[in-house]
């Protein structure tokens, strides 16, 4: 079974870490920052419904171009962090296991970032540390468009792509409003079903990887 190629995402929608969870993989470290993609943003469930956590980024401008994905900075001036720590607690204060996990989650959001990609590696750490299993650290040494012995599963970064998933219903805070909403980040999963999060997410069909 091949290895898989993964971006690092923002706190990674359910699908992705359900490909974590099952697999072994390499993240993407060389390639070009993209715009609305889940490099810097993840959608959890409020009161309102779907709702998108972005993460604002100081953007290269003039003749420098393209940023590398590894060279991104979040920009700080509108104090993204603590935003997001509020829109957490206010979405999800009321779920099974937010206390559970608050203690392991919210030095994420109090320590300073000042890279993207480190940022959102040590999220997947400190959630796969919550769920109990271990992630790769192994990083591409260069861009490939088309890697070779290795599957890859970097379309899973594109946020406006929609995925064949036939996801288990789990009980949401605002189901009742809203219904379920599939693959959230892994956050939603985890503060709705703490330690059967990992079970749900082995039994999850890798099938939309076509890999």
């Known amino acids: 079974m091949s290895k898989i190629l993964l971006h690092p995402c923002y706190f990674p929608s359910i699908a992705t870490f359900s490909v974590l969870a099952q697999r072994e993989v390499i993240w993407e470290a060389y390639d070009n920052f993209q715009k609305q993609t889940y490099r810097n943003r993840c959608y959890i ?21 393209r940023q590398k994905y590894r060279d991104v900075q979040p920009d700080t001036s ?10 957490l607690e206010t979405a999800y204060r009321t779920s099974p296991f937010f206390e559970f996990y608050e203690d392991e989650i919210r030095p994420l959001f109090q320590q300073p970032s000042n890279n993207l990609l480190d940022f959102n590696l040590n999220s997947i750490t400190t959630i796969a540390d919550c769920l109990g299993i ?6 591409t040494q260069k861009f490939e468009a088309k890697p070779k012995g290795i599957a890859d599963g970097r379309f899973l970064v594109i946020a ?19 219904g379920f909403i599939p693959n959230l980040s892994i956050l939603d999963l985890l503060f709705n079903e703490g330690p059967n999060s990992l079970l749900y997410l082995r039994n999850m069909a890798l099938d939309f990887l076509d890999a």
């Open 78 to 87: 509108t104090n993204w962090q603590r935003l997001h720590w509020r829109s």
């Open 45 to 65: 469930c409020t009161d309102q419904g779907r709702h998108m956590l972005n993460i604002p980024i100081k953007h290269v401008g003039g003749d420098e171009g």
């Open 134 to 139: 271990s992630v790769s650290t192994e990083q």
């Open 160 to 178: 406006k792509s929609s995925l064949n998933l036939n996801s288990e219903v789990y009980p949401q805070v605002f189901e009742d409003r809203h």
